[in-house]
């Protein structure tokens, strides 16, 4: 490319265009990039008029990626991620906490959690300004690796490229309609799960899998689901069934009073040995691995670990890795 060519290609139009690739959306790829849409729209225009090739089909009902375009979006997403990584860099001469922070936390913490913890966090690190970001689980990782996300907050595992300090367990509750069977066992089993009014969350929901995993039930296409907690929440009050669902979603919850019950589920056993283990889920702090803030975001884990919320338990310091 010539010397003027590269004098017209700018960073930022290359992060538009792979938000476009990525949400296969001008409108919410704009949104996520904090620009009006005949903003992104038009500089896509001129990068695709520079590079003289066109990145996406479009059409009323879709955007699609060009065969030309998938490979110098790939090219596109590498050159944006190490300008990120760059910026990172350049941030640790001064203090990484201090600025910008893009936080990502998938849909079954955030709303229940994040309300706890804002004010003390804004008062430990008032040079932070955090921008929250929520998404499942393997979307705000795929975002975080790409360089979009700085920190996620997620229930563990997470994938071993990844550095993590767990945070703290979150038991789940059984939560059931009044005059529901499970409203009048004290403590229900895990065999007590396995019935046919068990509801669950859509998939791609990493809480579905783990609620599976806890009364060893099998997925079935006709068992009825809701596509987020508040639906969940709202079927099982009007008496459709009972599921489970992590403590802070209904802790302290009087929209549910009247309407449903919440019971412990007992210790599920781990080994021949008598080992047992509360249902429940370890949330952690995930970034990059070779992200040279990671020394920063474990302080900022410290932080949230040392403010776990009540009724979970706090992870030891010896869990993380």
């Known amino acids: 490319m010539s010397e003027v060519g590269l004098a017209g290609l700018s960073l930022r139009d290359l992060e538009y265009a792979v938000a476009v690739a990525d949400l296969r959306h001008f409108g919410r790829a704009a949104e996520r990039c904090g620009v009006s849409q005949p903003a992104l729209s038009e500089q896509i225009r001129k990068l695709e008029a520079l590079l003289r090739v066109p990145l996406f ?132 089993s895990a065999a007590d799960l396995r019935a046919d009014d068990f509801l669950l969350l859509e998939e791609g929901h990493c809480l579905r899998d783990q609620a599976l995993a806890v009364c060893g039930a099998q997925p079935r296409h006709d068992r009825r689901s809701a596509s987020s907690l508040e639906m969940l929440r709202h079927m099982i009050g009007a008496g459709e069934g009972f599921s489970l669902l992590p403590l802070l979603s209904v802790r302290d919850r009087a929209d549910l009073d009247g309407l449903a019950a919440i019971r412990p589920v007992e210790a599920v056993a781990l080994d021949e040995v008598g080992a047992t283990l509360i249902p429940g889920r370890m949330i952690g702090l995930a970034w990059r691995a070779r992200d040279p803030r990671a020394q920063s975001f474990r302080r900022f884990g410290a932080f949230l670990r040392a403010q776990a919320p009540r009724g979970t338990e706090a992870a030891a310091e010896a869990d993380a890795p």
């Open 57 to 188: 089909e479009r059409s009323r009902k879709s955007v699609d990626v060009t065969p030309e375009g998938a490979d110098l979006l790939r090219q596109a997403r590498q050159v944006v991620r190490e300008a990120r990584h760059l910026l990172d860099s350049a941030r640790l001469h001064g203090d990484p906490l201090a600025g910008p922070l893009r936080l990502g936390v998938i849909p079954t913490l955030g709303p229940y959690y994040l309300p706890s913890v804002l004010q003390s966090l804004r008062g430990a690190f008032p040079g932070l300004a955090m921008r929250l970001e929520e998404g499942m689980t393997d979307g705000i990782i795929e975002r975080m690796q790409a360089g979009a996300l700085d920190l996620i907050l997620i229930a563990l595992p997470a994938p071993a490229a990844l550095g993590v300090m767990p945070l703290f367990f979150e038991p789940f509750q059984v939560v059931a309609p009044e005059g529901h069977r499970m409203a009048h066992i004290n403590a229900v």
